[in-house]
């Protein structure tokens, strides 16, 4: 015990020591959190709309009253003027000579990237058209069904559950914990082991008579409560700045985060038994785990989309099951007996890594 | 002799296709300084590696104070002091930190063995607030044995403590292990420099993976059996060392410090060779009986191994 608490305490003085490392350890997870908090935000808001009627009689006035009170959208007259009360929608008599002229005109709004869609109203045949530019696919299907809600145009009622509004947050914040925990515990903690295997230094610890159990527990330990540090931070971040529910489950959301650290520990650490160099580490730990976190887990790219044989790579990916769980348990409120399928295989997948970590690190070193 | 601090019986050790010790058997008594000597290449780190059960043999079999290196690695691991030829402590941790990490590993303490590490740690106490990694050579190397000493261990395995140190240093750091010998430690150290052999009780000249010869040094010098010469000369040391090569009566010719070492083929004859080689344009040549070192034992065995 004596000996774990003296390597526990070197360990945490490498990382004391090492200040990038420890500014990395820290900053990442609030850094993360508040760009794609605030910077990248993956909702649209402010979509520029352009109303256009064909002739006098349509009242466009009435319609962009109406997609303006909608808070994603912002209504502004093709060409148009505002006397600081009302806004008057030019209102060309629809004559074949003009015809060109409007269309052309609705290109070059477009075009020039003033507006994100612009609404033709026929008054006299009852139609609307709405033009919009689809070189963002986002945005268009967005803006699509921002005015077609606003308009009531005989949409069904919707109703958004869990997450009402639409925040990306509510998407973002499991995934960047899959992501954050991977990139602090794998990554880290193979270098961590790698650089005591370049210096020599884990020769004089594997000819001493500490068990590879100890110092491999104590390796783990610092970055196991570094990683705790970032979990509270990460939850008080997303809850009181970002405003995500936590569905009062954050016990279990802080139980499967637990369980997921370990798993990216063992990750790190059999990384860690499978290359001699600090950049091999680093390499392997973000090919290994930080790419298929990124592409494979649902976190950014929906998996239900993706073609079959990658939906079943994606099965192996741990961040997967651990951003799924914490979704459910997170957003949605559910316990921790309603995602036993997916603790099950995290805890399996844990087992495994250790199982095959020491293993290769009971290997001697040549 | 009572039970040897450490036997190896045809030790081997394969890399692929490179074999890096190759059927290595001797003994080190209890309380031995035991020199391990020999170029780059020639297995000096796999064996001590296999010593320190860092690694193991593919064949054959080394014990350490009677415990088998391979199904007894517990028991070698506990009484053996290693380090390593490379400075592999923490460069980022003190000075202390070091020390006490390396004693709580060994579940001891610095205060216990201080009596042991005092003469080689005394000087570094002033800088025990340093960084290790901020040391000099000199100063890395003992604070290296200092933490290979702190669990008093029975054998210390060295591998080339000296190599990059300075000479003041490699001379302080065998008066240390000379010390600790006369403690009763059993210490095997390699090195390439064969000029060290003389601080050793015996010595093991190596290359290529076996061991050419195992002796006290100066059983190791007499060994040469032949007389030997100094020779140097006013011009071109290398052209007088090709010139000596070709000669017919020369055996051997290998540059030294300051003069070559030649020894004959047959009856040594310096008096011919000093006309040959002024006939031939040399000046100021003089050929001088000197008395056969390590070195030129060492030569004389890997030209037979040939």
Redesign the interface.
């Known amino acids: 015990m004596?000996?774990y608490?003296?390597?526990v305490r070197?360990e945490a003085?490498?990382i004391l020591?090492?200040r990038r490392t420890l500014l990395v350890v820290v900053l990442l997870p609030i850094v993360q959190i508040l760009l794609f908090g605030f910077a990248i935000s993956t909702e649209i808001n402010d979509l520029r709309i352009r109303v256009a009627a064909t002739d006098r009689l349509t009242d466009a006035g009435r319609i962009a009253t109406r997609l303006d009170a909608s808070p994603y959208l912002r209504c502004e007259a093709l060409d148009g003027y505002y006397d600081g009360k009302n806004k008057y929608y030019d209102s060309f008599s629809y004559r074949s000579d003009r015809k060109n002229y409007r269309s052309d005109r609705i290109d070059q709004v477009l075009r020039r990237g003033e507006a994100d869609a612009v609404l033709v109203v026929d008054g006299r045949q009852g139609r609307m058209q709405l033009v919009v530019d689809a070189s963002n696919p986002n945005t268009a299907t967005m803006a699509a069904s921002y005015v077609g809600g606003a308009l009531g145009g005989g949409a069904p009622d919707v109703r958004m559950l869990y997450n009402p509004q639409m925040l990306s947050a509510y998407n973002f914040v499991p995934g960047l914990m899959g992501l954050i925990f991977v990139i602090i515990c794998a990554v880290l903690t193979s270098v961590a082991i790698v650089r005591e295997k370049e210096?020599?230094?884990l020769?004089?610890?594997?000819?001493?008579?500490?068990s590879p159990f100890v110092t491999v527990a104590a390796k783990m330990t610092p970055y196991f409560a570094v990683s705790c540090l970032n979990l509270a931070t990460i939850l008080a971040l997303a809850h009181y700045v970002l405003g995500v529910p936590l569905a009062g489950r954050a016990g279990a959301t802080v139980a499967l985060t637990l369980l997921y650290i370990v798993l990216a520990l063992a990750v790190g650490l059999l990384v860690s038994t499978l290359v001699r160099t600090q950049v091999a580490a680093m390499v392997l730990a973000l090919i290994a785990m930080m790419l298929p976190t990124i592409l494979l887990s649902g976190m950014i790219f929906p998996l239900e989309n993706a073609p079959a044989p990658l939906q079943w790579l994606s099965a192996v990916v741990p961040a997967r099951w651990y951003i799924g769980a914490v979704r459910k348990v997170m957003i949605e409120g559910l316990s921790l007996g309603d995602v036993t399928v997916e603790l099950a295989v995290l805890a399996g997948m844990t087992a495994l890594l250790l199982a095959a970590a020491l293993k290769n690190y009971n290997k001697?070193?040549? | 002799m009572n039970a040897p601090a450490i036997a190896t019986e045809n030790l081997t050790r394969r890399f692929g296709r490179l074999t890096a010790l190759d059927g290595v058997t001797f003994r080190v008594g209890r309380g031995e300084l035991f020199g391990v000597i020999g170029p780059d290449g020639a297995g000096k780190t796999t064996l001590m590696r296999l010593l320190a059960t860092l690694s193991r043999p593919d064949a054959g079999r080394a014990s350490v104070l009677e415990f088998d290196t391979v199904r007894q690695q517990a028991e070698v691991r506990r009484r053996v002091g290693y380090m390593p030829g490379r400075f592999a402590l923490y460069p980022d941790l003190t000075v202390a930190e070091n020390l006490a990490f390396f004693a709580a590993l060994y579940r001891t303490d610095v205060a216990a063995n201080y009596d042991l590490i005092a003469p080689i740690y005394g000087p570094l106490e002033r800088f025990a607030s340093r960084p290790a990694g901020k040391l000099s050579g000199g100063m890395k190397q003992k604070l290296a044995l200092s933490c290979a000493l702190i669990h008093r261990p029975d054998v210390l395995l060295l591998d080339e403590p000296t190599t990059g140190v300075d000479p003041v240093s490699r001379r302080e750091f065998w008066t240390i292990l000379a010390r600790l010998r006369s403690q009763g430690m059993t210490v095997v150290a390699s090195t390439p420099y064969m000029d060290e052999a003389s601080r050793c009780d015996r010595i093991a000249l190596c290359d290529a993976g076996r061991f050419l010869r195992v002796d006290s040094p100066d059983a190791v010098r007499r060994s040469y059996g032949r007389p030997l010469f100094g020779l140097s000369a006013a011009a071109d040391r290398h052209a007088l060392l090709l010139a000596a090569r070709r000669d017919a009566a020369v055996r051997s010719c290998y540059a030294f410090g300051n003069e070559h070492h030649l020894a004959f083929r047959d009856r040594p004859d310096p008096d011919g060779l000093r006309d040959r080689l002024e006939a031939g344009g040399f000046r100021d040549v003089c050929l001088r009986p000197i008395e056969p070192g390590v070195e030129d034992c060492f030569m004389q065995l890997t030209e037979r191994h040939d």
């Open positions: 004596n000996t608490l003296a390597f070197k003085l490498h020591r090492d210096t020599g230094s020769d004089l610890l594997l000819v001493s008579p500490v001697r070193t040549d």
